[in-house]
């Protein structure tokens, strides 16, 4: 009775702020838009300058398909330049994103199967746009001499590679689902635990909580409960809202809706455990806000929500295998997107589950009944 | 040799240090059943830890204390189940209505809720929030939750209630109003009440017996009628003269009708046993000490004439605590 009390309070409490619960819905879907939005699709209109000092039957093609990818995918908006330095200048200064200097007898030499080179100059410190000119520029280059390779067909002793995909196709802003209901789970956990807390304690309510005849268990059991309560309550909901946005489904149906909420729970147990065992101390919610701030960053970008693991340098790499919400974000991918069964998510639980041993251990050892 | 039961709070060199500074040192009393008990002492004279100790927020660095006849350190648990605690903060629950907040404390008590039910609907009656009962409590003023708390800390009938400054920052109104309910809780209860208060005149009206604390130790306790009896003269007669006080004042200490003289800035304090009928005699021993009275005003001896006699007036500004450099206030304080 006396724990249901604290959930009872706790809960109420919550309910009756719903601009708090809106804040930790909103904060995830909010980087589900944005970011969804900003790191992906195609680079368009980027300015490039093009420099033909060579008016050849190759150097035309090559402008051809330069004019190409103009007008079909809009990748370039060409300015033609007679004058390379101008159009390397006009690069240093960030009119242009690169300047393709096409030379004189570049015709002759590829007809005379020599090396002909085309010059790229793009600004590298744009390092996204400036791989993308490379590549998109490169492939053109290549293409012009397509209409010289007799058609085929794949001869006996020739490998013919043929991708294939094994689950549905994700996008990357359903991609980023896992990311954000780990974001909406640490949000919720500091909202509706650790802030609801030092809140208390800063009111003065909690030291009417330790003259009461509640035990250490009481009053840990009942604030982990409505904390984890709320917080699965708002990730679950931040789940069906992202899949709503991202007009995606869960692969394995209702199994693998049970699956991620066992998860989710789990996740939001260790990450309420952990909060409290870091913050639990702190005389005021101030200190809470700051170092909300801090967490979400060290733990979120790091744990392959937004970019593979696989991309970050070593010592980082260290970092994510050891990080809660690498796990918990890969256990959702699992799940949610291939319907994985148990086992393939049995380490990341595993993980979790120490994680959240762990954290509780602690955070229990951190809270005194006594001022 | 403490007897647990005969007293309602029990006090044996009871002691806490922070690190060198001693907040309450070697501290005994006792408060009987049915009494209520005051504490008065300026800021920083170490009542808030020694009732903390009491209801079991601190342990003691050393001796030993009973409250409502258990062992605060060996059976703290008994000891909550039988007091209730009413801070100086407001501390009910705003997004909560009066109902609930008085409800969910009756659980964190274990009172069943049959009876629950039933001592709050009378304890709210009591405090005069019934009509406001399901009103979430932001709506309430700081009377009506200081008055909810009252309720809040009845609601398992404790054996102990510890007041600390009740009447803070209410209005005259709401400050009657408290008072009306801590007497009528007096009269028709068997409860203890230890009201630490800055308010002479509610220690006054209130309190059966009064404890000055200061420096953590317990400098007077008497009832107050008691109390007054420990200083000289039952009148004080401020004077103002046009002359020298200092020569004033040591002319006057000769009368055998002056008990005791004081300078208070350009005030002098006669204490005197018979205020009114001394007056002519004490502006005959001005003018002939060569000063004439500019002003007089006799009053009855008060509490607060007791609690400065004992205190002094000088200011106590509580020591520095400790902030941290990185994250200043953030961190909570040893005391």
């Known amino acids: ?371 | 040799m403490m007897e647990p039961d005969s007293a309602a709070i029990l006090t044996e060199d009871l002691t806490k240090r922070f690190g060198n500074f001693t907040a309450v040192d070697s501290v005994n009393f006792e408060v009987r059943r049915g009494e209520v008990f005051g504490m008065l002492g300026p800021n920083g004279a170490g009542k808030t830890t020694l009732v903390r100790m009491l209801t079991t927020l601190l342990p003691p660095t050393s001796g030993r204390a009973t409250v409502a006849g258990e062992d605060i350190g060996r059976h703290a648990r008994k000891v909550r189940e039988r007091i209730g605690v009413i801070p100086q903060a407001l501390t009910s629950d705003l997004d909560l209505t009066g109902w609930e907040n008085v409800d969910i404390y009756g659980c964190f008590y274990g009172v069943p809720r049959s009876e629950r039910h039933k001592r709050a609907h009378r304890l709210l009656e009591m405090v005069r929030l019934s009509d406001r009962a399901n009103d979430l409590v932001a709506t309430y003023s700081g009377g009506m939750r200081r008055r909810l708390e009252i309720a809040r800390g009845l609601i398992h009938s404790p054996r102990v209630l510890f007041l600390d400054e009740p009447t803070i920052g209410l209005d005259p109104q709401s400050r009657r109003a408290v008072w009306d309910l801590l007497l009528e809780l007096h009269n028709e209860s068997e409860i203890t009440v230890s009201l630490t208060t800055h308010y002479m005149d509610e220690a006054e009206q209130l309190c059966d017996r009064i404890a000055i604390v200061d420096h953590g130790k317990i400098i007077a306790l008497d009832t107050p009628a008691g109390l007054k009896k420990l200083v000289n003269g039952s009148d004080r007669v401020e004077v103002q003269v046009d002359g020298n006080s200092e020569q004033v004042a040591a002319s006057l200490r000769t009368q055998t009708y002056v008990s005791e003289v004081t300078i208070d800035g350009d005030k002098l304090i006669i204490a005197t046993d018979d205020g009114a009928h001394v007056i002519p005699r004490l502006i005959e021993s001005v003018e002939s000490a060569g000063s004439r009275v500019t002003s007089l005003n006799v009053h009855q001896l008060s509490l607060e004439d007791v609690f400065i006699r004992f205190t002094g007036r000088t200011l106590r500004d509580e020591a520095a605590k400790k902030v941290s450099f990185l994250v200043g206030a953030g961190m909570p304080q040893q005391r």
């Open chain 1, 1 to 371: 009775m006396k724990t249901l009390a604290i959930m009872r309070r706790d809960l109420l409490k919550l309910m009756r702020n719903p601009l708090t619960l809106l804040s930790t819905v909103l904060m995830p879907i909010i980087y589900l838009v944005v970011i969804g939005n900003s790191f992906q699709g195609q680079l368009r209109h980027l300015p490039v300058a093009v420099v033909a000092q060579d008016h050849g039957i190759y150097a035309r093609r090559v402008v051809e398909q330069l004019l190409a990818l103009q007008a079909g995918p809009k990748t370039v908006t060409l300015s033609f330049v007679s004058d390379p330095g101008t159009a390397i200048a006009g690069v240093r200064n960030g009119e242009y994103k690169g300047a393709v200097i096409i030379p004189p007898n570049f015709s002759h030499s590829v007809a005379e199967g020599r090396i002909a080179e085309i010059g790229l100059f793009t600004d590298n410190v744009d390092t996204v746009s400036s791989s993308t000119l490379e590549s998109v520029l490169s492939d053109a280059a290549a293409s012009i001499k397509v209409d010289f390779v007799t058609a085929r067909e794949p001869k006996l002793n020739e490998i013919v590679m043929r991708p294939s995909w094994l689950f549905t196709y994700v996008d990357y802003d359903r991609s980023l689902i896992p990311g954000v209901i780990v974001m909406a789970i640490f949000m919720g956990s500091l909202m509706a635990g650790v802030f609801n807390w030092v809140m208390d304690k800063f009111m003065g309510v909690t030291e009417c909580y330790l003259v009461t005849p509640l035990s250490r268990w009481n009053i840990a059991a009942g604030i982990l409960g409505s904390g984890v309560t709320i917080t699965s309550a708002v990730a679950v909901f931040v789940l069906f809202l992202g899949l709503l946005i991202t007009r995606g489904t869960i692969e394995g149906g209702f199994p693998a809706l049970m699956t991620l909420i066992g998860i989710i729970v789990i996740t939001s147990t260790g990450l309420l455990a952990m909060t409290f065992a870091i913050l639990g101390r702190a005389g005021h919610p101030r200190l809470v806000g700051t170092f909300a701030g801090f967490l979400n960053v060290i733990l979120f970008f790091p744990s392959g929500a937004i970019y593979p693991v696989e991309s970050f340098p070593p010592w980082l790499r260290s970092f994510a295998a050891y990080n809660p919400e690498t796990h918990a974000v890969n256990a959702i991918k699992q799940i949610l997107f291939k319907g994985a069964d148990f086992a393939a998510v049995m380490h990341d639980l595993a993980f979790l589950l120490v994680f959240m041993g762990i954290t509780l251990t602690l955070a229990s050892m951190s809270f005194k009944r006594t001022l």
